[in-house]
């Protein structure tokens, strides 16, 4: 009795056929001395073709490759990613090629983010002068390149906008607007790291730009006074800027050293806020807690009566007379002379 092959058996001989095609590819055996041509894998197909096995075996081991190269490989791509990134930074910051060469190897990375290309796009569509770009990238490169898209216009429009002294705005401007937008982005970083929120660091800084002024080394050091040693959370900051922008030494830590000194003693009834901190003028500081207690006055940092009287004594005693205009003495004559022209006068 002849014997039919069944038609449920042809798909599982169609796929190990298959696999013993890929490993025999694999291991550069003979395709047509490994494939069994006596028992075909399907009753009316012919033996695979061995270049298609091939262009399975190319999607298999990498899988970009089965769009038939519609798709460029990362190899491909980065030449033209790396040519763009050298016209941007020409147009940007006025760079060499060997310049763009050199900063482009220093980046980390095998190849060039997109985010930077984007950004480069940014800076050159500022109009800022290639030279303002230039000294900003040798300044601080890392703290520029590592902006996301958006940050240089939000952070120029801040500056733009900034509210505050004159000397204050020329000295933060000194050195270019993109390199002083680079020192912001650094103390919005800083503050985000201690807690704020990127949008409330902002508005700290456009409330008291004096924080540029400082270093990131001092602005940490009064981050960690506020939280370590005067207990008070940084979300304090939002409503007190002040407190970044006025000097530790010679501000803060005389009032906190009088305030402590007072807790220890029990000289104090109500707590201290933050504002007795910053708002308060060193007058009214002195008033409030230092004129009650003789003690407190050195701990506040000297005898601040005496000071005033030496600032009211600014002339020697006596050099006013100098100034006091002459005196003539009036005759019994002169009066009557001054009533009769009065008399005339009616």
Known sequence: ?????????????????????????????????????????????????????????????????????????????????????HQLLRRAAGLTAAESASLLRRLPGAQPHPRLGRLLQELAGLGLPRGEVKAALASDQEGLLSMDPGEPSRL?????????????????????????????????????????????????????????????????????FLVETMGFEVGWLVQYPEFLGVNLDRWIIPRHNVVEHLKSVGGLGDPVEMKHYVRLTRRRFYNMFVKPYPECERIFGGLVRERD???????????????????HERTQEDVQNMKSLVGSLK
């Open 1 to 85: 009795m002849a014997t039919t092959t069944s038609p449920v058996l042809l798909g599982p001989r169609r796929g190990a056929g298959m696999s013993l095609a890929l490993q025999a590819l694999r291991r550069s055996r003979p395709l047509v001395g490994f494939l069994p041509h006596s028992s075909p894998l399907s009753t009316s197909a012919s033996p695979p073709d061995a270049h298609e096995l091939l262009r399975i075996d190319r999607i298999l081991t990498n899988p970009a490759a089965g769009g038939g190269g519609s798709l460029p490989s990362q190899s491909q791509q980065h030449p033209r990613a790396a040519t763009d990134l």
């Open 309 to 327: 009287e030496m600032a009211r004594r600014r002339h020697p005693t006596g050099l006013w007379k100098l100034f006091k205009p002459a005196k």
């Open 156 to 224: 120029l429009d801040l500056l733009r906008d900034l509210r505050c002294r004159e000397a204050v705005r020329d000295r933060i401007l000194a050195h270019g607007a993109l390199r002083a937008a680079v020192a912001a982005r650094r103390r919005v970083e800083l503050l985000h790291a201690r807690g704020l929120s990127r949008h409330d660091a902002l508005r700290v800084l456009a409330a008291e730009p004096r924080t540029m002024l400082y270093s990131p080394e001092d602005v940490e050091r009064k981050l960690e």
